[in-house]
């Protein structure tokens, strides 16, 4: 552990964290040793001792499988393990928290200087305790991308969470979950820890105070009150949003926009990441095949909600569609089979906003595009027939930022390529022309970290590489050759 915190006092720091725009309270507790000198060097929010949990709010009645405490040594002369910050599982070995909790000024945190515990109502017993094997930060963290990746040292038995694919929009209700401080005061540096997970329902706002704060495209804002709002503890922690009887994970909870009352949470509203926006990047650490997929016999999803990414496969003799669940560690379970398929082209993708898996493909026989909703168990609802595509390649990705799904889609016989943007509830609107392709193959995602999806391009003559910087409003910037 970093010298400063293991020489630690057990005295909270409050530090307002440098923006580009303005200064951001981090809502993480921390033991630091001079806390006077801290305060007076420190540009950001870090905090030490246990605090109590989401302001205003209520106690929580169950447990949530997905979420977790993550503790550190809070008194080094008792080597006592407490509450730091909040921390949700996604995949059954990896959490996702905010960046700031395990790097910041004066403090760089290594995995041994850490453990999580899952699943349980209280911060100090319960649950499962794992310890940490690795620590994967953002590469682009700064005063934004607030997020990092926390391999565990072996498995968790409970269920993850799935991660949102759309973009996390005005008036989402969203509901946020910590042990972080619970009273309304100003004398919020001093207060306990709640010792059982508390919640607050509430919704995404845009209002003038929280639009000048957060970074469009890879945050939200989430307004508050100095009695109802995330508060010093709660960082890493996650916004939740409902789909049918199950949570999807929308947002993680990184900084306090501070207000003219400095020792309080809450008067400025909160700022999350939102976790949308950096699906790309999480795949990657997590070493999961595949962006949005299409133009090929086989996707990557999680087709049943367990946080694990399946692979979808169309054999090329039989066409016969089948589902292998992944087991998280790369490899597969047998394969399940599903139907006889006969797909041309296959994407995946969550295309209602329900929070499971959908299947979007076009048949070899009559060329026509069908929508299989999916119902998150790894099998589908009935098809429903969206009219004729005539695609040799499509992709799925939110290219304007609206939240939903949109197609990228290349026809067969003229190369053109074309956006539909998407209704949200599976089906398109009219088709919008960007151009003549030549392209061999394409993939879409956020390749820059600018929140917006970009295209990569393999042109079918020369076969050169080229990348597409997304504008975020379906259309892209002139290409750059990559090799």
């Not at 008194?75 to 407490?82: A, H, L, M, N, R």
């Not at 040292?153 to 929009?169: E, F």
């Not at 916004?239 to 003219?260: F, H, M, N, V, Y």
């Not at 809450?266 to 790309?280: E, R």
């Amino acid at each position: 552990m970093n010298d400063h915190l293991r020489a630690g006092l057990g005295v909270r720091a409050h530090k307002v964290g440098p923006t580009s725009r303005r200064p951001g309270v981090r809502l993480v507790r921390m033991a630091l040793v001079a806390a006077t000198a801290v305060l007076a060097a420190a540009t950001s929010i870090v905090s030490a001792t246990p605090a109590h949990a989401i302001l205003g709010g209520s106690q929580s009645t169950s447990a949530y499988s997905f979420m977790g405490s993550l503790q550190h040594v809070e008194y080094p002369e008792t080597q006592e393990w407490d509450h730091h910050c909040g921390a949700v599982l996604v995949r059954p070995q990896w959490m996702l928290t905010a960046a700031h909790c395990v790097r910041g000024p004066g403090y760089d945190l290594g995995p041994s200087d850490l453990l999580v515990r899952i699943g349980s109502l209280q911060r100090r017993s319960g649950g499962e305790l794992r310890t940490i094997s690795q620590i994967v930060i953002h590469p682009s963290y700064g005063s934004n991308y607030d997020v990092a990746m926390l391999k565990l040292s072996s498995p968790s038995t409970m269920a993850p969470i799935s991660l949102s694919g759309v973009t996390t929009v005005e008036s989402t209700p969203v509901r946020l979950l910590g042990w972080g401080v619970y009273n309304g005061g100003v004398n919020q540096e001093s207060a306990p820890l709640s010792d059982t997970l508390r919640l607050l329902d509430t919704s995404v706002t845009v209002d003038g105070n929280c639009t000048s704060s957060v970074n469009p495209g890879i945050e939200f804002c989430i307004p508050g009150t100095t009695s109802a709002s995330a508060c010093l503890g709660d960082s890493g922690g996650p916004a939740l949003r409902r789909s049918g009887s199950s949570w999807i994970l929308s947002g993680i909870t990184s900084r306090g926009i501070p207000t003219e009352i400095k020792e309080a949470c809450g008067g400025g509203g909160t700022v999350y990441s939102d976790v949308a926006a950096f699906q790309g990047w999480i795949s990657g650490v997590l070493g999961e095949g595949g962006g949005s997929g299409g133009g090929g016999s086989s996707n990557h999803a999680d087709l049943n909600g367990d946080g694990i990414a399946d692979l979808l496969a169309v054999y090329d003799g039989s066409l016969g569609l089948y589902w292998y669940p992944g087991k998280g560690d790369g490899t597969f379970w047998s394969a399940r089979y599903l139907d006889q398929a006969g797909f041309k082209l296959m994407a995946k993708g969550d295309l209602n906003g329900d929070g499971k898996a959908d299947v979007l493909a076009i048949y070899e026989s009559d060329g026509g595009l069908y929508w299989y909703p999916g119902k998150g168990d790894g099998t589908s609802w009935s098809a429903r027939y969206l009219g004729q595509a005539g695609f040799r390649h499509m992709e799925l990705a939110d290219l304007n930022g609206d939240g939903k799904l949109d197609m990228l889609a290349i026809y067969d016989g003229t190369g053109g390529l074309y956006w539909y943007p998407g209704k949200g509830d599976g089906s398109f609107w009219s088709a919008r022309y960007l151009g003549q392709a030549g392209f061999k193959n394409v993939a879409v995602g956020d390749l820059n970290g600018d929140g917006k999806a970009d295209m990569l391009a393999v042109y079918d003559g020369s076969l050169g590489l080229y990348w597409y910087p997304g504008k975020g409003d379906g259309s892209f910037w002139s290409a750059r050759y990559l090799g």
